[in-house]
């Protein structure tokens, strides 16, 4: 079998032909095609056997996409990834050119926030380095990203990572917001922080360290007046400032049945959302959160098996409401019915889901193997919120 570098259009080609049970849709403009959710890695760590078993199983069972970052358990979540991945093409179980991996820098807590302290007492502090709190910096500076990107390459055990991510970037802007920054001030410093930062990540495409670059922030989908608003479209801009034949081709944001508004908030130039404006942008998206809602400051999971009680029931009751709203969203329970809604929208290249544990994986492939067309359904998202306060 033939190891190559990286992700390849032959390669995820290749995979999804041997997966013919499951749907794979594009990834952007790349060429490249993954499976309708992805390999979450947020809690997920190289010490637990639990872990790799479930990303080890996964990947054999048709999921071709891993997200990760080097925030997440430490570095811990990459070095899984590594292990796993490098363990399988050495047997002869996945080619290398099968898989995407996608990964993220910004955050400074752990070996990060030490290393950052360390540089300080140099005199060699990051760059533009956000001081957020005691335990937690920022930073998305190319010094730092260079740094962030050696160290996630021998985590990864990797030669290019496919996609590599701004993690969150506008925690400049909740800095700022504190610091009682002026907002248009702040908004101008911030995109000028994300124009240094594509400018070097299209560097590295040219170097062949990356395969293409983009913003996993939380903020795409807020008001365009609060103060931490992440604007696609200030960004898609900038991107195309940069080179007409740029790399800027992937955003990662929550979506989820009770935080619809990437995709019923017009946020955008021409009366768009963000989901409908980088769909049309041909950009790749990738969803996360999708079973883990916040509302009114509050965790809210989707999953009726988390719930006691009459939590329970609520939960129950919700999912039952939220089913009869689209003809294609009737399923058995809460979270696949949370899958489904996202995988059958329009826009949505893959769903970020947490699989730490082989039955975890095995609900999300007995979902992805069921039919679903892709629509707008954007009267059916509009209508959940009204499924949900019925049940307040």
Request: aromatic content about 8%; overall charge neutral; glycine content about 6%.
């Amino acid at each position: 079998m033939h190891q190559g570098i990286a992700a390849t259009v032959s390669g995820t080609a290749e995979y999804a032909a041997k997966h013919r049970e499951l749907v794979y849709r594009s990834f952007g403009n790349s060429g490249l095609v993954v499976s309708e959710a992805g390999f979450g890695g947020y809690r997920v760590d190289v010490s637990v056997a639990e872990h790799r078993q479930a990303l080890e199983y996964a990947v054999r069972s048709g999921i071709n996409l891993i997200d990760t970052s080097a925030n997440y358990t430490d570095g811990g979540s990459e070095r899984l990834v590594g292990v796993v991945l490098s363990d399988m093409i050495k047997c002869g179980e996945i080619d290398r050119e099968q898989v995407v991996v996608v990964t993220k820098a910004g955050y400074l807590q752990g070996e990060n926030l030490a290393l950052s302290r360390q540089r300080k007492m140099q005199r060699q502090a990051f760059p533009d380095l956000v001081e957020y709190d005691e335990g937690m910096e920022h930073c998305i500076h190319p010094v730092f990203l260079e740094d962030q990107l050696t160290r996630s390459l021998q985590r990864l055990q990797l030669e290019r990572i496919d996609c590599f991510l701004l993690h969150n970037p506008e925690y400049y802007l909740r800095w700022a917001a504190h610091k009682l920054f002026n907002q248009a001030a702040a908004k101008n410093e911030f995109l000028r922080r994300i124009r240094l930062a594509f400018a070097y990540l299209e560097s590295e495409v040219r170097a062949g360290r990356i395969g293409c670059y983009g913003i996993s922030s939380n903020t795409f989908n807020k008001e365009e007046t609060d103060y931490d608003h992440t604007s696609f479209a200030a960004i898609w801009q900038i991107a195309c400032e940069i080179s007409s034949q740029h790399h800027f081709q992937v955003i990662e944001m929550p979506m989820n049945l009770l935080e619809p508004e990437a995709l019923t908030r017009i946020n955008q130039p021409g009366e768009k959302s963000v989901l409908s404006l980088a769909a049309e942008k041909r950009l790749g998206v990738l969803i996360n959160r999708p079973l883990n809602a916040i509302v009114n400051d509050r965790l809210v999971r989707l999953a009726e098996n988390v719930y006691k009680k009459s939590a329970a029931r609520e939960a129950t009751a919700f999912g039952a409401r939220v089913s009869q709203i689209d003809p294609d969203w009737q399923v058995s329970s809460l979270s696949r019915l949370a899958l489904r809604a996202l995988r059958s929208t329009v826009g949505i290249s893959s769903v970020l889901v947490g699989m730490r544990q082989i039955n975890y994986v095995d609900e999300v492939l007995s979902e992805l193997a069921l039919p679903c067309e892709k629509k707008s359904r954007l009267e059916s998202w509009q209508r959940i919120a009204g499924a949900w306060e019925a049940g307040r």
